[in-house]
């Protein structure tokens, strides 16, 4: 293994471990023996997983391996794919996110997601933000929601680029520039978990640079899940990472080891490129 | 020589053109060596047909027009035309019927002073089918020798059939355009017709309509002519009542068949609302003069109004809106449907429920769609005429009581234009200047309503 521990991508995920340190409390969400079937088919096969807020939890894998369908069972938004189906627990803050008595809507106030294509919903840049707080009652005046969709995209790096035009609509931005906005239409309803379904596959280098800064400083606040197809993004946004192989969990653990260190072969084989 | 044989002879000379034709091209072929020659023989073949069909068919039909005319004209130029009554009937009648004789088509003459016109009519009706064969011929002749001539291997027949093909097509995609202009020309001619008998100003603020069949004539009293009332009544009717009815109900049913129904129910249910689009607007006009309007006399009468006209403005309205509902439902469909489900999934996901998803992301991103199909609606609605005939009033009203009796541009177009009066009387222009502004206004809701869609389509590319 000892090409694979002075690779590039060894160094970045290197540099990622000097944040490793952090005292982990509980996880923010577990998740215990999910199966997740789409009509007979079985798609994800008895996943374990632990999502902490302190770390940027990463998956990656080849295409078709689940990852996304896994992403979407911890929000529940399987639920809107009439043949989906999950079995096992998922838990956050130690509750069962499937158990009978939870508000589908409540828990995906809590957990967000950010989709692979930017969609900003066709309203100003302001009413997309609001968006959120409205439904869920967050502001009871105008100048409440003012300042959360200040804060939201504050925290999102939009919003010197956007304060003299928040009348504009959310559709005329850049593709970063509205994928920011769906990451700063997410954080206005004060999640404890953002999912992000390869949120920079649409969009250049730089756009994609502004992303991964802006992860870097969520993380800590918010518990962050990012699926990505780019083994570079992985190493340096996250400090976990799941590898996903035909709906099974192959390896999870610290970033740096699965990126020197794999002690699967095909996870070596995946992240060196070897993999068909 | 009756007219089909004519075509008969025409297509049999094309199609002999058409087999030279494409024997010489197969000799040059050979000639060639079984070189390629600049055009299949088929091209050559084609080209040479159409030059003979073409000009020999435009020839016969202009021929139709004038033969009759000259056979007449040499009927009445023979001595026996002397004796016939100057004008009139009876004048039509005998030279039809001498005609009927000449052609065969009746054995025998009813009028015996028919019969001396017989002779001429025979005379005149072979001499000028001769020609008209002659001509004929001489002009296939003529257009495939000039085809003919032409022929070369390094000739390009194939882009002349081309162009021909070209003008077929495009002849056919005007036919539509010319006849829609022809319909706007024959409205705009008459109702300038009527705006000379009546000023426009006092038709179209005009608030008394009664206007006279058997005295108004060609110089009417332009203060009968007052259209006001009828706007108001297929406003009132086919805008206010009808989509009060509509589009809640189009949208919301539009709402449960895109987001709610279950695949099984929305196969059967969607077809079944679409049935609704097809029901002759005669049949709904029956239920609304038979059925719904005495109903609401009734329930009128039981809530202590007194003499509830059994015509009112709330029936037709209320059938109208229910024809109408397909309309907005299916267009509402249509666009919600086409609101991508990135959108939807994103509402959902930042915890909107799908109420709040339909209410607040799916029909504002579709409202675009959502009006035009309404305007869309509206127009079939102030255009229909079966429901109004039948179950709305002759009286014009301007009244905002749905109870009362009212009266439609449409139902004043068809009562003046089947009465009694003459076809220049001022009442029976009054309809198409009625259809005049019908037309305009529908033809304005039509076109603001697809530049709509048009945008709207675009800004989900
Ligand atoms: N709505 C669906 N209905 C049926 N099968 C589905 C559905 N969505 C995904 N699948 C199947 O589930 C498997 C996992 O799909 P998923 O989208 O989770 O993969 P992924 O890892 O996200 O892939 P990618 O990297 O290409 O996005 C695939 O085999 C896919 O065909
Ligand atoms: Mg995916």
Redesign the interface.
Known sequence: MADIADSPLANQANKSLEHENIETGEPKMRARDVDVYYGQKKAIDSVDIDVYTEFVTAFIGPSGCGKSTFLRALNRMNDTIPSARVTGTIELDGEDIYASGMDVVQLRARVGMVFQKPNPFPKSIYDNIAYGPKIHGLADAKPDLDNIVEKSLRRAGLWEEVKDRLTDSGTALSGGQQQRLCIARAIAVDPEVILMDEPCSALDPIATAKIEELIDELRGRYGIVIVTHSMQQAARVSQRTAFFHLGNLVEYGHTSDIFTNPTEQRTQDYITGRYG | MSASTLILLVLGLGLAGWLVARSRAAMFRRAHGGKRIASLPNYHAWYAALWIVVPTLLFALIWAQIADNLVIQHVLASPAAADLPAFGMQRETMLAEARAVATGAAPGVFNPEAAALVEPFDEALTRYNIIGLVVTILIALAGGAWAFLRLKPDFRAHTRVERAVLGVLLIASLVAILTTLGIVASLVFETVRFFGMVNPIDFLTGVNWSPNPMTDGSNPDPERYGAVPLFWGTFFIGVVIAMIVAIPLGMMSAIYLNQYAAPRVRTWLKPALEVLAGVPTVVYGYFAALTIAPAIRDIAMSLGVQNPSSESALAAGLVMGVMIIPFVSSMADDSIAAV?Q????????????QN?TIK??LV??ALPGIVAGIMLAISRAIGETMIVVMAASATARLSANPLEAMTTVTYQIVANLTGEASLDSASTLAAFALGFVLFLVTLVLNIIALRIVKRFRE?YE
């Open positions: 991508p990135a959108m939807k999934d994103g509402s959902l996901a930042m915890g909107a429920t709040e607040r992301v504002p991103a800004a």
